[in-house]
């Protein structure tokens, strides 16, 4: 078995790829139902709910957005927190060092999810 990716489900592809681009420095594939990042080796794909729906009637029922909290490894946490704090993305915890080895900020995506960008210290 190999993990290979993760899927958000959102109401606007188009707004998630927007917002994600620029954070990535690339281009996602693919258009306003289905998109993918392919991002040190793994896929962050962007569905939308009606894609969703459409595969598997009901899937949607009593899903939500805004959920979960994806974690991606930098380089360097403060100089990522600049770059970003600098394109106005709203933080949601500034830079801390943690007793588990790691330092880390926090924002939030347009459906509320939490996009944690760490490194080991």
């Known amino acids: ?4 990716g993760i899927c958000l489900v959102t109401e606007d592809v188009a707004a998630l790829v927007r917002f994600y681009a620029p954070i990535f420095g690339c281009e996602a594939e693919g258009d306003d139902v289905h998109a993918e ?3 040190g080796g793994l896929s962050l794909a962007i569905f939308s709910r009606a894609g969703m729906e459409q ?3 009901g899937s949607m029922r ?3 957005s805004g959920n979960i909290t ?7 946490v403060d ?3 600049q770059r970003l704090s600098e394109m106005g993305i709203e933080m949601v915890k500034p830079p801390q060092t943690h007793s588990w080895g790691a330092r880390a900020f926090w924002f939030r ?5 939490i996009v944690d960008f760490f490194s080991r210290v």
């Open 37 to 39: 990042f392919h991002v």
């Open 1 to 4: 078995m190999k993990f290979s």
């Open 79 to 81: 100089a990522e927190y």
């Open 62 to 64: 009593g899903v939500g």
């Open 70 to 76: 994806i974690a991606f490894e930098v380089q360097g």
């Open 55 to 57: 595969m598997a009637p």
């Open 109 to 113: 995506d347009p459906d509320g999810n």
